[in-house]
């Protein structure tokens, strides 16, 4: 097959809405999002709790959470293929060769960098936020929604960078989720697979749809990047 009939063909599974690539599609934004909104809703607080409050050993767990930002996918994987096995704790929730598997292990692979990320946007943000903040006396909780809302902008392309990482994993997909036609078969790992069995059509279609997120993800950011800078202007 030449390379002009690879990407007809690749171009037509995606806009015929091909069923095994659909599938891989949908399983790979069920698992992201999924794992997105488990991120967001522990590590939006646990960072803000970082990056606002002093403390002895804060520079020991930012260094931990930093270290965590590099800890090998891979390695990810296994520990959660662990907890998840027969042998493992976590056994009786039979989550393995799941796609609620494969989200828990994107989940432990984006915590770190919505709290490193949030943490820093936080320690960032304009002093007179916080004198005002204590000023006016709010609770925990009340402090911790101002903070979301004044660094929405900030916080925003946090998250939509971390869905861009996670959305990508390939290692983790493919260890925990175990590449199951119709299941858990993900468009990274589907592509690993597709190519090494010489099937380029089906990884190109599936390139093409990754490279597509990836540049909506990166024009929300720029769009975000550009309103921000209007508001300081304000």
Known sequence: MTYSETFIKAFTLIFSLEPETASAIIAT????????????????PLGFLLGFYNFKAKRT??????????????????????????????????????VYGVSIGLAILGLPLIVSLTANAVETADSRLRLTILTLGA?????LFTYIWELRFNLTMVLIATFGRLISEVGIAMMVGGNIKWHTRTMTTAIALETGKGDFATALALGIVLLFIALIINIAISLLQLKDKEQIKI
């Open 29 to 44: 934004l069920f698992s992201s999002s999924l794992a997105m909104l488990i991120c967001t809703l522990l590590g939006l």
């Open 139 to 143: 609770n925990p909780t009340q402090t």
């Open 61 to 98: 767990v930012k260094a931990l959470v930093n270290t965590l930002l590099s800890f090998p996918t891979v390695v990810t994987g296994l520990i959660v293929y662990m907890l998840l096995s027969n042998a493992g704790p976590l056994a009786a929730l039979n989550l393995l060769f799941t």
